[in-house]
C-alpha cells in the first residue's frame, strides 16, 4: 500500500456527461500529480499541485480541470466526457520539495465512458 | 519542455539472462532520473532512482547508469526472473520553471521460464 488513496476505483458513465476523481496524498506530503494511461499508452502528466496551488500543467484538456483543497486532497473534474477519454486515471503524491520527488501512486480510477 | 525517449518497447529475455533499457532526455537541467515498474493492472512503484551528481546506483538485482554528457540512463536487471516481467518507465524529474515528472513511454518486459 503507497499510502495514497483513489476513488472510485471503477467508474463507467455516458458521453456527455461529468465526473470527478478523488485522490488523498500519502500523510506529510504537499504535491500531487494526475496522470492518464491508456491502452498501449504510457502515463501521460496531466497536472501538478503543491499546497494548493498549481505547480505544473501538462497536456490537459480544457474540459478536464484539477484543483487541490487545504485539507491537501485532489479533486479532477472530467467533464463533457467523449469515448476517448476512457483510460486509467492516477493519482501520485509527494513531499514536493526540490531535493525529494520520489512519486507515489494511488491504484487509480478506471474510467470507462461508453 | 522535457522529452523522453525509451527503448525498447518490449523485450524478451530467458530467465537468468540480463535485461538492459535505455532512456534519452532532453533537458540539460535534469536532475533526477526513477525508474517504475507496473505489473498488470497495478500501479506504477518506484523501483529505484539515480541524482545526476552519482554515475551508478545498484540494488540487488537491479542497477540504474546515468551519463549525463551524453543525456541518457540505463535499467540493468541480472538473473532474470518470471516475476521481472512488468512494464518498465523511466522518469525525468525536471526543476526550474517546468517542475514535472516527465515518463517515457515504457517498455514491456517479458522473461520466459
Known amino acids: 500500500d503507497s499510502g495514497v488513496t483513489q476513488t472510485p476505483k471503477h467508474l463507467i458513465t455516458a458521453t456527455g456527461q461529468r465526473v470527478t476523481l478523488r485522490c488523498s496524498p500519502r500523510?506529510?506530503?504537499?504535491?500531487v500529480y494526475w496522470y492518464q494511461q491508456s491502452l498501449d499508452q504510457g502515463l501521460q502528466f496531466l497536472i501538478q499541485y503543491y499546497n494548493g496551488e498549481e505547480r505544473a500543467k501538462g497536456n490537459i484538456l480544457e474540459r478536464f480541470s484539477a484543483q487541490q483543497f487545504p485539507d491537501l486532497h485532489s479533486e479532477l473534474n472530467l467533464s463533457s466526457l467523449e469515448l476517448g477519454d476512457s483510460a486509467l486515471y492516477f493519482c501520485?503524491?509527494?513531499?514536493?520539495?526540490?531535493?525529494?520527488?520520489?512519486?507515489?501512486f494511488g491504484s487509480g480510477t478506471q474510467l470507462s465512458v461508453l | 519542455g522535457e522529452n523522453v525517449e525509451q527503448h525498447p518497447s518490449t523485450l524478451s529475455v530467458q530467465e537468468g539472462d540480463s535485461a538492459v533499457i535505455k532512456c534519452t532526455y532532453s533537458?540539460?537541467?535534469?536532475?533526477?532520473f526513477p525508474w517504475y515498474k507496473q505489473e498488470l493492472g497495478k500501479r506504477p512503484q518506484l523501483i529505484i532512482d539515480?541524482?545526476?551528481?552519482?554515475g551508478e546506483k545498484k540494488d540487488q538485482r537491479i542497477a540504474v547508469t546515468l551519463n549525463k554528457t551524453a543525456k541518457h540512463f540505463s535499467l540493468h536487471i541480472t538473473e532474470t526472473q518470471p516475476e521481472d516481467s512488468a512494464v518498465y518507465f523511466c522518469a525525468v524529474f525536471s526543476g526550474g520553471s517546468n517542475y514535472k515528472l516527465t515518463f517515457g513511454k515504457g517498455t514491456l518486459l517479458t522473461v520466459n521460464p
Open positions: 533537458d540539460s537541467a535534469s536532475n533526477y
Open positions: 500523510s506529510g506530503d504537499l504535491s
Open positions: 539515480i541524482r545526476s551528481n552519482v
Open positions: 501520485a503524491s509527494s513531499p514536493g520539495t526540490a531535493k525529494n520527488e520520489k512519486l507515489f
